[in-house]
């Protein structure tokens, strides 16, 4: 069970945030945006730990199907470089916010290289 502990550490954070977000803007794509990502990112975490040659990988399709077909196609999300820079400074917080912000800068710092530091 102690080889259990990070998977289930992950997805308790993002379920914590995905919870947290949805309650205090009273929005539920934080709910489905967070819950979806943490099922993603601790799955992958757990078939690293099950030693599965094609973790990381199962969880970038995950991730990258969800960030392309959702955010992108049906939501029309920018999630360029240059959609982060615009919804950044006109003070909006949305998709392409969240991700770079987690993904490209603060996650780094505390945990290194990362999921998707591999882009």
């Given at each position: 069970m102690k080889k259990y502990f990070l998977p289930l550490s992950v997805l308790g954070?993002?379920?914590?945030?995905?919870?947290?977000?949805?309650?205090?803007?009273?929005?539920?794509f934080y709910l489905f945006n967070f819950s979806y990502i943490g099922i993603s990112i601790s799955s992958g975490i757990f078939l690293y730990v099950k030693k599965y040659?094609?973790?990381r990988r199962v969880t970038q399709l995950l991730v990258g199907l969800y960030m392309l077909v959702y955010l992108g196609f049906i939501c029309g999300e920018n999630m360029q470089i240059e959609g982060f820079w615009y919804y950044?400074?006109?003070?909006?917080?949305?998709?392409?916010t969240i991700h770079y912000a987690v993904a490209k800068i603060f996650g780094p710092l505390l945990f290194g290289r990362g999921w998707c530091g591999y882009h």
């Amino acid at each position: 069970m102690k080889k259990y502990f990070l998977p289930l550490s992950v997805l308790g954070i993002f379920m914590t945030v995905a919870v947290t977000l949805w309650l205090t803007q009273d929005n539920i794509f934080y709910l489905f945006n967070f819950s979806y990502i943490g099922i993603s990112i601790s799955s992958g975490i757990f078939l690293y730990v099950k030693k599965y040659k094609y973790a990381r990988r199962v969880t970038q399709l995950l991730v990258g199907l969800y960030m392309l077909v959702y955010l992108g196609f049906i939501c029309g999300e920018n999630m360029q470089i240059e959609g982060f820079w615009y919804y950044l400074f006109t003070g909006v917080f949305e998709t392409a916010t969240i991700h770079y912000a987690v993904a490209k800068i603060f996650g780094p710092l505390l945990f290194g290289r990362g999921w998707c530091g591999y882009h």
